[in-house]
């Protein structure tokens, strides 16, 4: 049992309000992975300030849902897997590449994959990459400021991943159908 509350917009902290009405008009709904946040007017806020600048960034949606996919896989943490899941395949990033992603592979598009490839392996080294690792992204026709902005999206999605991993918020009945279980250590 989570001893984080899910903060509804009226139970919520005054200054995480504005994010959670923001996400209820996004979504429809608040994400119970936001709602466990909103605690902490700090996280909820740095969030969604990354979160905007990410989705403002060159990098198209499915590119960006595949590497959030990806990360919520490479941490292990199973709300934002079935989150972003359903919102790859809403972005139409095909459910082979999906299901690749989820089992720990890499889709069959070059250009996911090599997203993919760049995430896991930033995640994996804790930033430590090596000059191959970056020639292979750019050869895969990405710049080497989109490995930048590849950074910022594995830090906003670090912000999902932890939380969602210490505050084990419940599945909203609408992810269900994709929800995923880390694999044994």
Same mark, same amino acid.
């Given at each position: 049992?989570?001893?984080?509350? $899910?903060?509804?917009?009226?139970?919520?902290p +005054?200054?995480?309000?504005?994010?959670?009405?923001?996400?209820?008009?996004?979504?429809?709904?608040?994400?119970?992975?936001?709602?466990?946040? +909103?605690?902490?007017?700090?996280?909820?806020?740095? %969030?969604?300030?990354? %979160?905007?600048?990410?989705?403002?960034?060159?990098?198209?949606?499915?590119?960006?849902? *595949?590497?959030?996919? *990806?990360?919520?896989? *490479?941490?292990?943490?199973?709300?934002?897997?079935?989150?972003?899941?359903?919102?790859?395949?809403?972005?139409?990033?095909?459910?082979?590449?999906?299901? $690749?992603? @989820?089992?720990g592979?890499?889709?069959?598009?070059?250009?996911?994959? $090599?997203?993919?490839?760049?995430?896991?392996?930033?995640?994996?080294? @804790?930033? @430590?990459?090596a &000059?191959?690792?970056? @020639?292979?992204?750019?050869?895969?026709? %990405?710049?080497?400021?989109?490995?930048? &902005?590849?950074? $910022?999206?594995?830090?906003?999605?670090?912000?999902?991943n932890?939380?969602?991993?210490?505050?084990?918020?419940?599945?909203? +009945?609408?992810? &269900? &159908?994709?929800?995923?279980?880390?694999?044994?250590?």
């Amino acid at each position: 049992m989570s001893s984080y509350p $899910a903060h509804t917009i009226e139970s919520a902290p +005054a200054q995480s309000k504005p994010v959670l009405q923001q996400l209820q008009q996004a979504f429809g709904l608040i994400p119970n992975i936001a709602a466990s946040m +909103a605690a902490s007017p700090v996280l909820i806020n740095g %969030f969604i300030g990354l %979160f905007e600048r990410v989705h403002a960034s060159s990098l198209t949606e499915p590119q960006i849902q *595949t590497l959030l996919l *990806t990360n919520a896989v *490479t941490n292990a943490s199973e709300w934002p897997v079935a989150f972003h899941t359903a919102l790859a395949l809403k972005e139409g990033v095909h459910p082979a590449d999906v299901d $690749a992603i @989820r089992h720990g592979g890499l889709p069959g598009e070059l250009g996911l994959a $090599a997203l993919s490839t760049l995430a896991r392996t930033l995640i994996e080294t @804790r930033g @430590r990459l090596a &000059e191959s690792d970056q @020639r292979r992204f750019l050869e895969a026709g %990405f710049s080497s400021e989109q490995i930048l &902005e590849v950074i $910022a999206v594995v830090a906003a999605s670090t912000i999902t991943n932890y939380t969602g991993s210490v505050t084990q918020p419940a599945l909203e +009945a609408t992810f &269900e &159908e994709f929800a995923w279980h880390a694999p044994a250590p």
